[in-house]
């Protein structure tokens, strides 16, 4: 499935006010507990992450004298 910010954002906000009630555009979803609110976070937080491109370090080292 895939999610926005802005949802990712709401759960953010019923967590931080202890409500277990999140509106989501046309439709409202209540969760059982705290905890399954903070489940739905991870798996929107990793959705989104794994939307996005990832920068790669790379490191050279060059143990030679090097050029004379």
Do not use: F, N
């Amino acid at each position: 499935m895939a999610y926005t910010q802005s949802e990712l954002d709401r759960i953010q906000r019923a967590i931080a006010k202890g409500e277990l009630e999140v509106q989501y555009h046309d439709r409202k979803v209540r969760y059982r507990s705290i905890g399954e609110l903070r489940e739905a976070q991870t798996e929107i937080v990793r959705a989104l992450d794994s939307g996005r491109a990832r920068s790669r370090i790379v490191r050279m080292r060059h143990a030679g004298k090097g050029v004379r």
